[in-house]
């Protein structure tokens, strides 16, 4: 199995996948990821109390952290997001969620997943992040829990909208950075007038767990990429998916050295410019350089990113492809004729620039020339 480069800032980002699914390095790595989250959680001493030993226990704890990092294993990103926020409301009750991600040196959120909220609110948030009294303080102070009542965001212009539009007079917000990527990973809990304030355990709670959330997500990114690669992808293709402004999450072993190949200095975490040109919307393929093709789909409201090396087919047009596949394969210009429903005419037009687009000239050598254009897949070079 290839070894795969270390997820620094630097290189690779994310954990990654071989053709044949979690590597060990993967493995090895989701555990120590989860053991700098324990330690971090461990400083407190099992006397220590977290509110009081009748709320929580580092029992309760471990056995919370256990559940959901069972649930991270799922491929539905969605279904994932909502069963963690369905086991967290047993801990800390809230009327609403937004679970967002952005990117370290950009304020703004790039996706988010709203639970008893509006999709619209992406918009409010990045309405005026620089003047915004939340997002202000999660910059600040990453990791830590910071929570918010009407009366402070009413007196704060650029967060009057959660009460006046939404009727949320509790607010409680955290995010925290994936330090290999810089990708920001923050929640937003919600409360409305008849739910009382956020109290000091709670608080705690939620700045023990969001650690672990941001793993956990990646695990499932992991898990869901995977599920997409045994869905029959080509082997040649490396797959990765990003959030909606192309800041990748998670990729395939082999997905950066593809890119590095028409852009040598690319260490992420955002794609080059012109990948992902179009977003979800555009779900189409291109070939934003002479030497690569893209295909872009969406992943659960993500981008999945599919890149491989250009053959000698992507010069041709698909009548032009059906035409020299058919007749490199022996068939006469009356057979493909016959097959594809045109006239043996059309055929010999159709070859002409065939020939001429990949410089052969007769049908052995167009065979031996689509014969070499199969891609290999990366790293076989």
């Known amino acids: 199995m290839a070894a795969v480069t270390p997820c620094g800032r630097c290189d ?94 950009d304020s703004h959120l790039h996706h988010v997943h709203p639970w008893q909220v509006d999709r619209g609110i992406l918009g409010l948030i990045n309405s005026d992040v620089e003047h915004n009294v939340v997002a202000q303080h999660c910059i600040a102070s990453p990791g830590v829990a910071h929570v918010f009542d009407g009366s402070s965001l009413r007196a704060n212009a650029a967060a009057a909208w959660m009460p006046r539009h939404f009727g949320f007079e509790q607010v409680m917000v955290i995010a925290v950075v994936d330090p290999d990527t810089g990708v920001i990973d923050s929640l937003g809990l919600l409360r409305r007038q008849a739910q009382a304030p956020f109290d000091a355990r709670e608080r705690r709670w939620i700045e023990l767990l969001m650690p672990h959330l941001q793993v956990m997500l990646r695990l499932c990114l992991l898990t869901h990429l995977h599920g997409r690669r045994e869905q029959g992808m080509p082997a040649h293709e490396r797959l990765a998916i990003s959030d909606p402004c192309g800041v990748v999450h998670i990729m395939e072993h082999g997905f950066a050295e593809l890119l590095r190949e028409q852009w040598p200095d690319w260490r992420g975490p ?45 010069r041709l047009s698909p009548q032009e492809q059906a035409v020299s596949v058919a007749y490199a394969q022996g068939q006469s210009h009356k057979e493909v004729a016959r097959a594809l429903g045109v006239t043996p005419a059309t055929v010999r037009h159709h070859l002409r620039r065939v020939y001429a687009k990949l410089s052969v000239d007769d049908k052995a050598a167009l065979a031996q020339r689509l014969k070499e254009s199969e891609p290999a897949p990366s790293g076989s070079r």
């Open 12 to 105: 690779v980002y994310g954990a990654t996948l071989t053709g044949q699914g979690l590597s060990d390095c993967d493995r090895s790595r989701a555990v120590v990821r989860s053991h700098d989250s324990f330690q971090r959680m461990s400083q407190l001493s099992p006397a220590t109390p977290i509110g009081s030993c009748h709320e929580a226990s580092l029992e309760q704890l471990s056995a919370s952290l256990l559940r959901l990092y069972r649930l991270a294993l799922h491929p539905d990103i969605a279904a994932f997001q909502n069963a963690a926020l369905l086991h967290l409301l047993e801990q800390v009750p809230f009327d609403g969620c937004v679970w967002g991600s952005g990117v370290l040196g």
């Open 270 to 314: 955002w794609l080059p410019p012109g990948v992902i040109d179009g977003g979800i919307s555009a779900r189409a393929s291109r070939v934003p350089s002479a030497g690569l093709r893209v295909s872009v789909d969406d992943a659960c409201e993500r981008l999945l990113v599919r890149v491989r090396r250009c053959s000698a087919l992507d």
